[in-house]
């Protein structure tokens, strides 16, 4: 249901509902949004029988009115294996990037399917994965192009046209840079995080953004709970190094941030804790600071789906669109309730 919010700083306005990919028997999850150079808005999502299947593919929709109407999904990419998460960012000369990463997390579930993967089908395709378009997302390279690392948000673009992903890299979570469009990777730093009893990272799904130029901040889901505070790191020299993480004393997974053209850093995500919802916010000095006071509630369920991803962006009148996921397959498919990529557009008054 709509939430409209009073917070004590900040208004929401004019929130609309819609979804822009439903189907029946399906799921739609882990959206990724980008406005095209002709205007356009993309919005690509993994559509799947359930949460964890080896059906996962990726689709896109589009809507030339801001959001209001959406086409039927085109289909990108689809491997024999499960293709997860959805991210698209636009370069500056107008290149379209759709990032996923390919899985076999299903095999305990899909038993008889895992025993048809061979060997080489699993160096073939686990791993993470760029395509990208030179028509505004009509059409797509052939083949995709291999990433070190990916999960959800990822990879981000800077202010010189290079691209910056991070994630986890054998035991560390590493940052590596491309200035040749994902044809060629290089680490260039270790974003120093704590690490879980197994020597491995504690650091997850995240986003990272250069809100000035050389000073970008990384946000990170740390846990596979459901609730857990989400975690930050900054650098102020274009990537090659990072502060310690450290907490916020905010709960959501994942983080998905956002300048807007006032200068103020949106930083939305999901809340996984009754009540289930869709929260945003705000730093007004670029992320050194975030104003927890007035966090705001954009979307919120009476119950339990499975659901969140929050992406968003800004709109040339003003609005905003977030686009995120609800899916009852996995939970209770017998509710009657809106699932599938889920949409809001809204207008937000800093007072």
Same mark, same amino acid.
């Given at each position: 249901?709509?939430?409209? $919010? ?75 294996? %499960? %293709? ?11 290149? $379209? ?37 030179? %028509? ?43 200035? %040749? ?114 966090? $705001? ?55």
């Amino acid at each position: 249901m709509i939430v409209p $919010v009073l917070e004590k700083k900040i208004e929401v306005l004019d929130l609309k509902f819609g979804i822009a990919m439903s189907r029946p028997y399906q799921m739609y999850g882990w959206p990724g949004l980008t406005r095209a150079a002709n205007g356009d808005i993309l919005l690509a999502a993994s559509e799947r029988r359930f949460h964890c299947c080896p059906f996962g593919r990726e689709v896109l929709v589009r809507s030339t009115d801001n959001g209001r109407s959406w086409t039927l999904p085109q289909e990108i990419y689809n491997s024999e294996l %499960d %293709d997860r998460d959805a991210n698209l960012l636009t370069m500056p000369d107008g290149t $379209v990037v759709l990032s996923w990463f390919t899985s076999t997390a299903f095999e305990p579930y899909w038993i008889e399917r895992g025993k048809r993967i061979s060997p080489e089908m699993r160096r073939e395709l686990v791993g993470a994965w760029m395509m990208t378009s030179r %028509d505004n997302g009509h059409t797509w390279d052939k083949e995709p192009l291999r990433m070190p690392v990916g999960n959800h948000i990822s990879p981000s673009v800077l202010c010189d046209g290079s691209l910056l992903t991070c994630g986890a890299f054998g035991a560390d979570y590493c940052v590596f840079k491309s200035t %040749d469009r994902g044809q060629s990777w290089q680490k260039i730093a270790v974003i120093p995080s704590p690490v879980k009893p197994d020597g491995r990272t504690v650091l997850n799904e995240s986003h990272l953004l250069e809100v000035a130029p050389d000073r970008i901040v990384a946000m990170f889901r740390t846990t596979e709970a459901n609730i857990a505070p989400i975690c930050q790191s900054e650098s102020n020299d274009g990537g090659h190094t990072w502060t310690p993480i450290r907490e916020l004393p905010v709960a959501g997974l994942p983080p998905q941030l956002l300048k807007l053209r006032n200068g103020v850093l949106m930083c939305s995500f999901g809340h996984r804790k009754s009540p289930y919802s869709i929260r945003a916010m705000f730093s007004h000095d670029l992320g050194r600071t975030w104003d927890t006071d007035n966090i $705001v509630t954009l979307y919120q369920w009476d119950n339990e789906p499975d659901m969140g991803y929050p992406s968003t962006i800004e709109l040339d009148d003003g609005e905003l669109l977030t686009v995120f996921y609800s899916s009852w397959r996995d939970k209770a498919p017998q509710l009657k309730e809106p699932e599938g990529i889920l949409t809001i557009r809204y207008k937000l008054r800093f007072k």
